[in-house]
């Protein structure tokens, strides 16, 4: 029986890194169709074909991270059918299988898979974006550059700063940045420029250069005036990171776990909304745990009989059903995001969904043996 079993585990993962190459080969292709247009454009610059290629492949983790609940309910579903038609399931029954025993077994897999999408999603895919984003800043020689840039805001105890940073470099650095500098009372205090900035982790300060502040003062009844200083360099001291800098500059579902805590306790501690960025932290919670309701989902497809060729209907259910979830994943972050939801409701409302039709299915096969 263990060795039935461990044939069926095989079988289940080699389904699902079969169905997870198929899809990663389509998402692959139309990527680099797209980044050709980035190719025609910049080819002046030396980013050619080659440089496409390497770009689009590191993309490839975060689509891994995306589809992995979608194909292990597909993989799943493939095995599960086929065992059923060949009877194959029908001998592991009359060896005494139960429900709750494939359950158990289904249940140890999909912890596994429940393991590898939260160590793709939290490590592999965030560190494979900023390569990629990196490469290809290097490979254009310029910075990675959002619309209207990063903006951040900081209160301290006798200043509040609004903070401007409109490029991160693929060094590391960031680009141009602005802070303006407000007192208590909301007065225009100071505005700062500079060309750009390195973080110095030792003593946690960007080291800005070619910076150029000025510097606002007023007296009773008397007009603002202004003071120009150009500097080299100069030391702001703030509790800003690089990576808060990241979440704020690049897409949010990209950065890891504690990245997006981290910077959901700043902007929390600066009366700053952080509704968007708990979504997408307890979606990133959340959303592994969706390999396990997906391969328990698939558990039923094993107790029905099917005809010879009825396998890729199944599969195509499968296929619809992991979709909707991916589908429904997706809206109920927009919908929670402008509804004002609590995050982690919005975030586990579509699991939710899934594992209570997963037991459902689970009560069925219970029932009718």
């Avoid at 493939?78 to 494939?102: D, Y």
């Amino acid at each position: 029986m263990s060795t039935l079993r461990r044939l069926i585990d095989t079988e289940i993962f080699w389904s699902v890194a079969t169905v997870t190459l198929g899809f990663l080969g389509l998402f692959y292709f139309f990527d680099l169709v797209e980044e050709l247009k980035a190719v025609a454009q910049h080819r002046g610059l030396g980013y050619g074909y080659g440089q496409a290629a390497i770009y689009v492949c590191l993309l490839i983790p975060n689509h891994i991270y995306e589809l992995l609940p979608i194909t292990v309910l597909i993989g799943t579903v493939f095995v599960m059918a086929r065992l059923a038609q060949s009877s194959e399931f029908t001998i592991l029954r009359t060896s005494g299988l139960g429900p709750f025993q494939a359950l158990r077994q289904l249940a140890r897999l999909g912890v596994v898979f429940v393991l590898m999408t939260w160590a793709m999603g939290d490590y592999v895919a965030p560190w494979a974006e900023r390569q990629a984003k990196q490469y290809k800043a290097t490979a254009l020689g310029s910075a990675v550059i959002s619309q209207s840039g990063a903006w951040l805001r900081e209160r301290g105890a006798e200043n509040l700063q609004t903070i401007n940073i409109l490029a991160a470099k693929a060094d590391g650095e960031i680009g141009e940045i602005y802070i303006y500098e407000f007192d208590p009372e909301g007065r225009f205090k100071s505005m700062t420029h500079g060309l750009s900035g390195q973080y110095d982790e030792e003593r946690e300060v960007w080291r800005l250069q070619g910076v150029e502040r000025r510097v606002f003062s007023s007296a009773a009844q008397q007009p603002m005036t202004a003071q120009l200083q150009r500097l080299t360099q100069w030391d702001w001291s703030t509790h800003v990171t690089p990576e808060m800098v990241s979440v704020a500059l690049l897409n949010p579902d990209r950065m890891r776990t504690l990245d997006l805590f981290q910077y959901i306790r700043y902007l929390e501690s600066n009366d700053q909304s952080s509704q968007r960025y708990e979504i997408v932290f307890w979606n990133k919670v959340f959303y592994p745990i969706s390999c396990l309701v997906m391969i328990v989902l698939a558990l039923p497809f094993a107790y029905l009989h099917f005809r010879s060729g009825q396998i890729a209907n199944l599969v195509f259910v499968g296929v619809m059903i992991g979709v909707s979830f991916f589908l429904l994943n997706n809206v109920f972050g927009h919908i929670g995001n402008l509804q004002s939801w609590s995050p982690w409701l919005a975030a586990a409302f579509p699991g939710m969904i899934y594992t209570f039709i997963s037991l459902l299915a689970f009560g069925w096969l219970v029932l009718r043996q």
